[in-house]
């Protein structure tokens, strides 16, 4: 499904208590019943509850299940949308919102403005839709875990890639302006660069690929190592080069900027299969990076480096011999945690989303929409508790991270 936010406008105070109630409800049942939602609601009187219910049941944001044992409702990724984009409202993060301009595996892009009229970047993490795509003769398959939902999973790629992103800002690394994050959403800065894998031609293409293995080791040095390294998820922005600024003023634009005088500098985006480079299968995700540009840039710019290397050898040594701030135990200190790694990564290995380079809209867009039919179908018809993504505690524990990740603070190389 796409991003709608047209409703929203229409929507009551009383509408989003209703919404909420049913998103409290499903962390201990599948299908919440209305008399659950009702009450969690806070709302007096019945007949307010059920206009809502109805009100929200006709823009999907709340579905009712088949064949269910009683009368109730699940969330929808809509309903979650607009559970995000009304606290980033609340919090004047997103004032407006534009067009969808990216569709990945696992998230949506879409252009949202500030109030003061700056765009900005949200992006929806959707890890359903690609388990759809690797697990669809499991229907049941959530419900034989000891972890999460696909939307509990998508909440924590959503705060493990703020955490990530907020640290590598702050410590020199060319990322996306991390400024909030809700739920399974993430509000960042707007770059103004196409993807490498838009580009067709670079005019230097040994100095960017130098650039991007530089990026990969000194990412290592700090003790992470991205793991989804390829030409999806690198930026690559113009700018004018430092040694030829004095030739131009301020207000000269790029397109009256000399072909030699404009340096090409890669931003690194997505983080949710990132990993520590103590991590159990380290060495194969740092190949697998490497691999990656170097498949790549000998296939678009013909390009083959007569160097072999990097080595994860070489990065363990530099590591050891050089270390930068351990981001990767600074960031599970602050308030991801390795339980919600683990789950995390499980998952996205579990069903094919941990980077595998490839991103098809259309085939996402139907897998999606088979989602969400298949919840209204199939759902829960027994009316037990959730155990997927029921554990109080751990709900406890996951508002209580991305809480602390707000006011993440990362000391500086």
């Not at 609340?90 to 403005?113: F, H, L, P, R, T």
């Not at 998952?347 to 809209?361: T, W």
Request: proline letters at 4%; aromatic letters at 8%; hydrophobic letters at 35%.
């Amino acid at each position: 499904m796409k991003l709608d936010p047209k409703a929203i406008r229409y929507l009551t105070s009383e509408d989003f208590k209703v919404l909420a109630g049913v998103e409290a409800g499903s962390r201990n049942h599948e299908v919440v019943p209305t008399p659950l939602i009702s009450q969690l609601s806070g709302l007096r009187g019945g007949s307010g509850v059920h206009r809502s219910i109805s009100n929200l049941a006709k823009i999907n944001l709340i579905a009712k299940v088949k064949n269910s044992k009683y009368d109730g409702y699940r969330l929808t990724y809509g309903g979650l949308d607009y559970l995000a984009l009304n606290a980033h409202q609340k919090q004047k993060v997103v004032y407006s919102v534009g067009n969808q301009i990216g569709v990945g595996k696992e998230s949506d892009i879409v252009v949202v403005a500030h109030s003061s009229g700056s765009q900005r970047i949200l992006k929806i993490h959707r890890l359903g839709r690609i388990s759809f795509r690797t697990v669809k003769t499991n229907r049941d398959y959530l419900r034989h875990r000891s972890t999460g939902s696909w939307m509990y999973m998508s909440r924590l790629a959503a705060m493990k890639e703020f955490a990530f992103m907020k640290a590598l800002r702050e410590n020199g690394f060319s990322v996306p302006e991390p400024i909030a994050q809700n739920r399974h959403t993430i509000v960042m800065s707007l770059i103004d660069a196409f993807p490498l894998r838009q580009i067709s031609k670079v005019p230097n293409p040994e100095g960017l690929y130098s650039e991007l293995m530089e990026m990969i080791l000194e990412l290592a040095r700090f003790g992470l190592i991205h793991g989804d390294f390829n030409e999806f998820n690198l930026l690559i922005k113009e700018e004018v080069d430092a040694d030829a600024r004095e030739k131009y003023t301020p207000d000269t634009k790029l397109d009256d900027v000399a072909d030699e005088d404009i340096r090409l500098v890669p931003v690194l985006i997505d983080f949710p299969q990132m990993v520590s480079i103590d991590h159990m299968n380290a060495e194969m995700y740092f190949d697998r990076d490497v691999n990656c540009v170097k498949r790549y840039f000998q296939r678009k710019f013909h390009f083959v480096s007569e160097v072999p290397g990097p080595t994860f050898a070489q990065a363990r040594k530099n590591f050891m011999k050089n270390p930068g701030k351990r981001l990767d135990i600074e960031v599970e200190a602050s308030g991801f945690s390795r339980k919600m790694a683990r789950e995390l990564e499980k998952y996205m290995q579990d069903v094919g989303a941990d980077g595998d380079g490839r991103e098809d809209g259309e085939d996402e867009e139907g897998s999606e929409e088979e989602e969400e039919e298949s919840g209204e179908e199939s759902g829960s018809e027994t009316g037990e508790p959730n155990e997927a993504e029921s554990s109080k505690e751990a709900d406890k524990d996951v508002e209580e991270s991305s809480q602390q990740l707000e006011g993440l603070k990362v000391s500086g190389a």
